[in-house]
């Protein structure tokens, strides 16, 4: 190891301000945080497009037989929505079907509890959870609804407010801007705090909504920013486009801002597993060589890795570091409590004295 990156590693450990982001970082590669955000990317997509075929389908049902709604549609907001819009122009292309709402409705429940699985997959594999400690299959499934549930609530609110804040240019220039940036404020606070509930609700484990509540309001003050973004895309690409172009357009554009949303999702719960664990200062070269003397915050991350893979309640999961330096460190769960020490970052340290003491009472 050179100087340079000697004394790099030094000065991380002994701050936090450098240290706490080095271990979020490594904690979300550990977990490999991007191939989670491409899950719940998936699911999310599966979810939303039969929505899309929904709408048309029920928008269908609804014109048929009604020039006057017909005409009224079509100078809406909606005929400017790709793919439906399209369809508005030519209203004896939309029909209703009930094989439509059929496949609608099942494709949209199959993504919506997959989305559910993701988010609880995803949350156990941040926090460590041993297999054995996760929900079965059937319990796994009816809480993916309940969570679906409650997310849905948490959109539809701030998705009115959202709306709210758009509609204030009656107010004046100077007004309008203070009454969008508080609107702004309290959708940021609104997100965060349904992501904690949604972040506490997810976890294998019960721990208190102050553990979940710091990665909620990181990812809440992200999403404002992806939000902006997103406004800037449908402006200048999917609003000047047409037909084909168009729909490829928001397709990209939904597929990319839900990865990204999705990565600062699994961001923010990484956030909050390393401040509840205090999983810092990790060795700075930890990620990309054996060469190199571990922390005791590398050495819990990296024993709960091993313990998660515990498939049965009496299975036993020994950890063993050998240092360069001679020094052996043993990580071994005590029997007499509770199974999920793991998760807490509770897991006894065996010292070489300890395993010669360990090793007489044997002989």
């Known amino acids: 190891m050179s100087d340079v990156v000697s004394r790099a590693d030094r000065f991380q450990r ?7 982001p080095i271990g979020i970082l490594y904690k979300f590669f550990d977990d490999q945080g991007n191939y989670l955000a491409a899950i719940l990317t998936y699911y999310a997509f599966i979810a939303i497009f039969p929505l899309l075929l929904l709408a048309s389908t029920i928008l269908g049902f609804l014109l ?5 709604l017909q005409q009224q549609v079509l100078t809406s907001a909606l005929a400017n929505f790709p793919i439906i819009g399209d369809e508005l122009g030519r209203p004896e292309r939309l029909q209703g079907s009930a094989l439509g709402v059929t496949v609608g ?20 594999i941040a926090w460590s959870v041993p297999r054995n400690s996760r929900p079965n299959p059937f319990l796994l499934r009816l809480k993916s609804l309940a969570l679906i549930t409650t997310s849905g609530v948490a959109v539809l609110g701030v998705t009115t407010v959202s ?7 009656v107010l004046g220039a100077d007004l ?12 940021t606070v609104a997100v965060g705090l349904g992501l904690t ?7 294998s484990r019960r721990h208190g909504f102050g553990r979940s509540a710091p990665g909620a309001f990181v990812t809440a003050v ?5 939000q902006y973004v997103g406004t800037i895309y449908a402006q200048r690409v999917v609003a000047e486009t047409t037909g084909v172009n168009a729909t490829f357009g928001l397709v990209l554009g939904l597929v990319g ?20 664990r205090r999983l810092w200062p990790r060795a700075l070269l930890t990620p990309f060589t054996d060469a190199v003397d571990l922390t005791d915050a590398d050495r819990r991350a990296y024993a709960a890795y091993a313990q998660m893979q515990r498939h049965k309640g009496f299975e036993t999961v020994t950890i063993r570091f050998d240092q360069r330096n001679g020094d052996t460190h043993e990580f071994v769960p005590d029997p007499d409590s509770p199974k999920d020490q793991v998760e807490t970052g509770s897991m006894p340290v065996v010292t070489p004295r300890m395993q010669e003491e360990a090793r007489a009472r044997r002989e």
């Open 197 to 203: 509930v949604l972040f506490r609700l997810a976890a």
């Open 176 to 187: 309008a801007g203070i009454v969008r940036l508080g609107i702004s404020l309290v959708t």
């Open 64 to 68: 048929q037989g009604n020039p006057e």
């Open 222 to 226: 992200l999403w404002q920013g992806l």
């Open 163 to 169: 709306v709210l804040g758009s509609s204030t240019d």
């Open 14 to 20: 002994r701050h936090r301000v450098v240290g706490v």
């Open 257 to 276: 801002i839900i990865y990204i949303a999705s990565l600062m999702g699994v961001l923010g719960i990484e956030v909050n597993v390393v401040l509840a």
């Open 105 to 124: 409705i099942l494709a949209a429940t199959y993504g919506a509890l997959g989305l559910g699985q993701a988010i609880q997959n995803a949350m156990n």
